[in-house]
C-alpha cells in the first residue's frame, strides 16, 4: 500500500505533516525525539528494516513513522508509534 493510502486510510495525514516538519527542521535526532516527545508522540527504538527516515510502516495495531537513522543487521531506529483508529 502507497505511503499515502496508509496515512489516508488511518487518519494520521496531519500527525505526519506535524512529524515531517520536525525531521526536515532539527538534524540531530536527540532533538527531533525531544521536541516530538513534548508535542505528545510517543517514541522509541524499533527494528524498521530498509526504507530511511521517514518511513511509514503498518503494525498490527500501530503505525511507525521512523525519524532517525537505522543501525545494526535489522535498522533499529527512533520512529514514533501512533495507534490506529479503529
Excluded: W
Amino acid at each position: 500500500m502507497k505511503k499515502s493510502d496508509l496515512l489516508k486510510k488511518h487518519n494520521i495525514k496531519e500527525e505526519y505533516e506535524q512529524i515531517a516538519s520536525v525531521v526536515k527542521g532539527y538534524k540531530r535526532v536527540a532533538e527531533r525525539v525531544e521536541l516530538l516527545e513534548c508535542l505528545g508522540f510517543q517514541v522509541k527504538e524499533f527494528p524498521m528494516g530498509s526504507g530511511g527516515v521517514l518511513q511509514v510502516k503498518e503494525m498490527a495495531s500501530t503505525i511507525r513513522i521512523q525519524i532517525g537513522y537505522g543501525i545494526g543487521k535489522h535498522n533499529y531506529a527512533q520512529a514514533v508509534e501512533i495507534r490506529k483508529n479503529a
